[in-house]
């Protein structure tokens, strides 16, 4: 009888509606099938249902709100395997959208705030060169607790000025960016388990604000490098109108130097320079309005062709970095800081540094660091960059071939990424570094207390740099 039950409870359904299907299991309702977009949205904001969205192409070409689709209801899934979203840039300058509630104005596509909220098998991408009215625009916004960001793929556009990185600034003026996924404040607990991020767009791929107990495991992101030969061959465009003149340097100490490229001191192009397209690949901020950014794992993850590879030395509550490889990023391939933990970790060196721990008040890191092959590289001859105190660090490699002769581990640098206080005075204390690598290592003043073991040569330099 109970069998007879449920399938007279689908053919009712049947019977009322062919724009969604409910299977039950135990007379409880278990997942709701839609085939429209607009079926779809009705659910969310609904607490505690599983609903699975038709496959096939969805247009989002209109909204009400800065926030396009937002999630809010609780202890909900959402099944979006085989949807593709396809997002109309223009939504990002229309003045006429409603403010959201946190008093916060940026733009996204979409924003998850319920709790225990998961969305796996998404595709969604921007389309469209309307750059947005500002500097904040992103595909995702995770606020929410314990929410799940499952086999997501994103594909970023509608950025401006394209094509010339962060050579123009990192917000304000005319930088307008298109940002992947966000996880900020008051979230807790998100997971974001095999999401890619194809950066086609200035920004940052996956990036923490004010989020605690973040996992990013499985993630995957890839951007677009450009030499600066190329740029200097444009004959119309954005920086040829503007006589290839980028940014002024502002930091004093690192004359010429804009994320990860030199520029001429007088703020003009260089040749046989290299630049991302983007900004950085996975990025903590260490805050949001008062908010720290706390406890991130990151696993088995790859960044290529980034600005910064892996980011978590701006948050300084002691992140976690593991199993993860990193390659031909502009800037440095991983930026570790306070207490980080970096353990079977992979990089190259061919157009930065393949690590770097840069703040002098960083304080007892971890390192296990592999490098990649760094032959045909550009615009680089640091290996490694470590300051601070009481850190530990191994650098080893599976072909000795793989290093340059010219690229070289430092101790007590400026040079490179990562130090912007100038008043800082440079300084590596207490140092434990294991070189399983030719590579020569420096000693720059300021360097106290080294204890290394190296197969290549160990130098004291008497300049610092």
């Known amino acids: 009888m109970k069998l007879i039950g449920k399938v007279l409870f689908l053919l009712s359904v049947f019977s009322i509606t062919t724009s969604f299907m409910i299977y039950v299991v135990d007379n409880q309702q278990e997942v709701i099938e839609v085939q429209t977009l607009s079926e779809f949205k009705k659910y969310l904001n609904k607490d505690n249902v599983k609903v699975k969205l038709a496959a096939g192409n969805y247009q989002i070409d209109d909204a009400k709100k800065i926030r396009f689709m937002e999630f809010t209801g609780n202890n909900s899934y959402f099944d979006l395997t085989g949807a593709r979203f396809m997002v109309d840039t223009k939504l990002f300058s229309r003045n006429d959208l409603k403010s959201s509630n946190d008093g916060n104005d940026m733009y996204c596509a979409i924003e998850v705030s319920g709790k225990n909220v998961t969305l796996e098998g998404l595709y969604i991408e921007t389309y469209g060169d309307t ?111 503007r006589d290839f003149y980028a940014l002024k340097p502002k930091h004093e100490h690192k004359p010429g130097y804009v994320e990860g490229t030199i520029i001429g001191r007088d703020g003009k192009i260089l040749p046989n320079e ?33 600005r910064r590879g892996i980011c ?99 101790l007590s640098v400026w040079e490179g990424y990562g130090n912007f206080n100038k008043n800082a005075v440079m300084h590596a204390t207490d140092i434990k570094l294991e070189n399983e690598t030719a590579a020569k290592v420096l000693l720059f003043p300021g360097t106290k207390n080294p204890e290394i073991k190296s197969e290549g040569e160990v130098v004291k330099v008497s300049k610092s740099k």
């Open 131 to 241: 750059p947005g009215k500002q500097s904040k625009n992103k595909i995702f916004n995770v606020v929410g607790d314990d929410v799940t960001l499952k086999d997501i793929e994103i594909r970023t556009a509608g950025s401006s000025p394209w094509g010339y990185g962060s050579l123009y600034g990192l917000g304000g003026g005319d930088v307008r960016k298109m940002n992947g996924i966000r996880v900020g404040y008051p979230a807790k607990n998100a997971k974001l388990i095999g999401c890619k991020v194809h950066m086609r767009a200035m920004g940052h791929a996956i990036f923490l604000q004010g989020a605690e107990n973040t996992l990013i495991e499985d993630c995957h992101v890839d951007g677009l490098l450009r030499t600066t030969n190329a740029i200097l061959k444009e004959t119309s465009g954005y920086l040829f109108d």
């Open 312 to 410: 978590t030395g701006l948050s300084t509550s002691g992140d976690k970095i593991i199993d993860c490889v990193v390659r031909n990023c502009v800037a440095t391939g991983y930026n570790i800081g306070n207490a980080d933990t970096v353990i079977n970790c992979s990089a190259d060196a061919k157009y930065a540094e393949a690590f770097c721990v840069p703040y002098t008040d960083a304080k007892g890191a971890y390192v296990e660091m592999n490098i990649l092959d760094s032959r045909n590289g550009l615009a680089n001859n640091l290996l490694a960059k470590i300051n601070g105190t009481g850190h530990e660090v191994i650098i080893k490699t599976v072909d000795p071939a793989y290093i340059p002769e010219n690229l070289e581990i430092k």
């Open 274 to 306: 290299i630049i991302s397209l983007s900004e950085d690949g996975i990025r903590m901020y260490p805050e949001y309005n008062g908010h720290k950014t706390l406890n991130t794992t990151v696993k088995n993850c790859t960044v290529t062709q980034m």
